[in-house]
C-alpha cells in the first residue's frame, strides 16, 4: 500500500475532523498525529486543523504526552520508560500533507526513524521536522537566558550584515591561524623540506617508468643464461645443417629424388617445391642460429647494469611502493608538497600584512553589524514591549544592550544582552538575573508573536504557567493572534485560552482491564461549554456554566 493510500485509511478511523479556521499561508502544517504504546496511550489518531488548538483536562491526565510524543519527532532523547508498560516498543508518526514522519523506539532502546516509509538517521528527521515544527517545553523558555539566543533575536532581522561579518571573521582567522602555523612550525617545515627534497631526488635520479620491471627481468634472465643459449642453438645447427648427417642434407636428397617423378605427375612436381620451401626456410633458420650460437658471448657489464637497475627500482618499491606506479604517484605528491612548503616560505613575508588587511575588513563589517543592530534594537525592543505589557505586566521595560568585546568575535564586536524589569522603579538588568519563570514564558510569547515562529506549526506546553486574571486574558489574545498565521498547539490549564480555541481536545485518563488508559478527544460545542465550567470552578453547576457562556461568547 502506498503511503497517500495508508493515510487514506488511516482517515476512516479517525475522530471526525474539528471545524476548520483559516488556513494560514505559507508550508503545509501538521494535520495528523498517531501514537501507539507511549505512556499511558495504548493507540491515539489525531486530527488537526489550522489556528489555535488546546489540549485540556484534569491535572495527571496527560495532557503533556502530546507534546512528548511530538518532541520524539523532533529528535528528543528516546526513553525506553516512555513506553507503555508491557511493550515492546512506542510508535509516533506525523502526518503533514503528503509528508509522513515516524519515529519508534524499543525497549532494548533502538530508536528508527523514517520520512515517507524510508528509513533516515535521527539526524536527517531532526532537520527535517525541525523545519515544520517548533516546540515552547514547559521550560524551555530557560533558554532565552543564553546571551547566543538573545542575541539572534536581533541578528535575525540583519541577515546581509551578519553574513558579511561572518565571512570577513572567516576569511581572518584563517589567515592568522596560517601565518601562527608558519611562525611556529619553522623548524618542522625546514625538516620537511629536507625530507621531501631527498625524496623527490632519490626517486628522480632513476626515473621509473611505470612497466619497466617486466622487460628488465626478462633482460636479466637472457644474460644470466646466455651460455645454455648458446649451446642449445649449437646442438640445433648440428642437427639441421652441420653433423655428418643433417636435416638439410637430408632434405636436399629428397627433393632431387623428385626430379625424375616431377616431370610426370603433377602432385610430385608440388611436393617437390614444398620440399625446396622448407630448404628455404630451414636454410634461414640455420643463419638466425648461427648468429645466437657465435654472438652470445656473456657480457658481465650489461648483466650487471640489469641487475642494478632492478635492485634500485626494487628498494624504491620497498620504500614508497608497493608497486613501481605507486612510486610514480608518490613522486608527484612530494613534488606538490615540496612547491606548498616553497610557497608557504614565499608567503611568510607577505602574509603579515594580508592579516592586518583582512583584520581591517572584520573591523568595518563588525561596526556595520552594530550600527545595523542598534538602528534595530530600539524597534523590536519596543514591539516585544508593548507586547509583554499587554501579558499583565504594564510596568516592564525591556532593552537590548551593546557591549563592545575586547577583541572580535565569531558573532560580532560586541556582546548583544536582552536587559528587563518587571517592576516599576528597577533598574533594567540582564534577563537572565531579574526575570522569574512565568515572566520568561511570557516574554517568550512575546517574541513568538512579534517575530512569529520560524515553523508553520508552534506548540507551547502550559506557556500560561504561574499566570492568571486579565493577564490570562492577554496571553490567549496572543496565541489567537499567533495562530492567525501559524498553527498553534497548546497544553493549558487556563480557561480563558481554552476559550479563545478554535478546536478544543481533552485528554482523558480512565482505568480499563486493570490497566490506566489516557484518551483524547475533540469536544462538541456542549463538552467544551462543560470543560470550561470545569477549568473555571471544578465543576458544571449552573453558575459555572453560565461563566463559561460569558467566556465563549467573547470576542476574540
Do not use: C
Not at 497517500?4 to 498525529?33: E, F, I, M, Y
Not at 532523547?77 to 508518526?93: C, H, K, P, Q, Y
Not at 642434407?249 to 626430379?259: Q, T, Y
Amino acid at each position: 500500500m502506498t503511503r497517500k493510500a495508508r493515510a487514506r485509511a488511516a482517515d476512516s478511523s479517525a475522530v471526525a475532523p474539528a471545524p476548520q479556521a483559516p488556513a494560514p499561508a505559507g508550508p503545509p502544517p501538521l494535520t495528523r498525529l498517531e501514537v501507539r504504546h507511549l505512556a499511558t496511550i495504548e493507540a491515539l489518531s489525531l486530527d488537526f486543523g489550522a489556528g489555535l488548538s488546546v489540549f485540556t483536562g484534569e491535572t495527571g491526565a496527560g495532557k503533556s504526552i502530546i507534546v512528548d510524543a511530538l518532541g520524539l519527532l523532533l529528535g528528543s532523547r528516546a526513553n525506553t520508560d516512555l513506553i507503555r508498560s508491557g511493550e515492546t516498543d512506542l510508535l509516533v508518526t506525523g502526518f503533514w500533507a503528503d509528508d509522513v514522519a515516524s519515529r519508534r523506539v524499543t525497549t532494548q532502546g533502538r530508536s528508527t526513524a523514517r520520512l515517507d516509509g524510508e528509513v533516515v538517521s535521527l539526524r536527517e528527521l531532526q532537520d527535517w521536522a525541525a523545519r515544520r515544527l517548533t516546540i515552547h517545553w514547559q521550560h524551555s523558555a530557560v533558554s532565552l537566558l543564553t546571551p547566543a539566543n538573545q542575541r539572534a533575536l536581533l541578528d535575525r532581522q540583519l541577515p546581509k550584515e551578519t553574513a558579511a561579518y561572518a565571512s570577513a571573521y572567516r576569511a581572518w582567522t584563517e589567515a592568522r591561524e596560517r601565518l601562527d602555523a608558519l611562525r611556529t612550525s619553522e623548524r618542522e617545515r625546514a625538516r620537511q623540506l629536507d625530507l621531501l627534497g631527498f625524496q623527490a631526488k632519490e626517486i628522480a635520479d632513476l626515473g621509473p617508468q611505470p612497466g619497466e620491471e617486466e622487460p628488465l627481468q626478462a633482460d636479466l634472465t637472457r644474460l644470466a643464461n646466455l651460455d645454455t643459449i648458446a649451446q642449445s642453438a649449437a646442438a640445433a645447427l648440428n642437427l639441421l645443417s652441420d653433423g655428418d648427417e643433417n636435416a638439410l642434407g637430408f632434405l636436399n636428397e629428397a627433393a632431387r629424388a623428385l626430379n625424375a617423378s616431377a616431370r610426370y605427375d603433377d602432385t610430385s612436381a608440388q611436393l617437390q617445391r614444398e620440399l625446396k620451401e622448407a630448404l628455404d626456410s630451414i636454410q634461414a633458420v640455420v643463419g638466425e642460429l648461427r648468429g645466437v650460437a657465435e654472438d652470445q658471448a656473456p657480457d658481465p657489464e650489461e648483466l650487471a647494469r640489469v641487475e642494478a637497475r632492478l635492485g634500485a627500482l626494487g628498494k624504491l618499491r620497498a620504500k614508497y611502493g608497493p608497486t613501481l606506479d605507486d612510486v610514480v604517484a608518490f613522486h608527484a605528491q612530494v613534488e606538490e608538497e615540496l612547491a606548498a612548503l616553497q610557497r608557504d616560505e614565499q608567503d611568510a613575508g607577505t602574509l603579515d600584512a594580508e592579516v592586518e588587511r583582512l583584520f581591517s575588513e572584520v573591523r568595518r563589517a563588525g561596526q556595520a553589524l552594530d550600527d545595523a543592530r542598534a538602528e534595530h534594537a530600539l524597534p523590536l525592543a519596543e514591539a516585544l514591549l508593548a507586547v509583554i505589557r499587554q501579558l499583565g505586566m504594564p510596568h516592564a521595560r525591556l532593552a537590548f544592550h551593546l557591549a563592545p568585546l575586547p577583541e572580535p568575535a565569531g558573532y560580532g564586536l560586541s556582546d548583544v544582552a536582552l536587559h528587563f524589569t518587571a517592576n516599576p522603579g528597577e533598574e533594567l538588568a540582564p534577563l537572565a538575573d531579574v526575570a522569574s519563570g512565568g515572566e520568561l514564558s511570557r516574554v517568550m510569547l512575546a517574541i513568538s508573536t512579534v517575530l512569529g515562529a520560524d515553523t508553520p506549526a508552534v506548540v507551547f506546553d502550559e506557556v500560561d504557567a504561574g499566570i492568571g486574571g486579565s493577564a490570562a486574558h492577554a496571553v490567549a489574545a496572543q496565541l489567537r493572534t499567533l495562530a492567525a498565521s501559524r498553527q498553534v498547539l497548546v497544553v493549558t490549564h487556563l480557561a480563558q485560552i481554552a476559550a479563545q480555541a478554535h478546536h478544543h481536545y481533552k485528554v482523558e485518563k480512565s482505568v480499563e482491564g486493570g490497566r490506566t488508559v489516557s484518551r483524547v478527544r475533540l469536544l462538541d460545542e456542549a463538552e467544551r461549554l462543560e470543560e470550561i465550567a470545569r477549568m473555571l470552578s471544578g465543576n458544571t453547576s449552573e453558575a459555572a456554566l453560565q461563566h463559561a457562556r460569558e467566556l465563549l461568547s467573547a470576542p476574540a
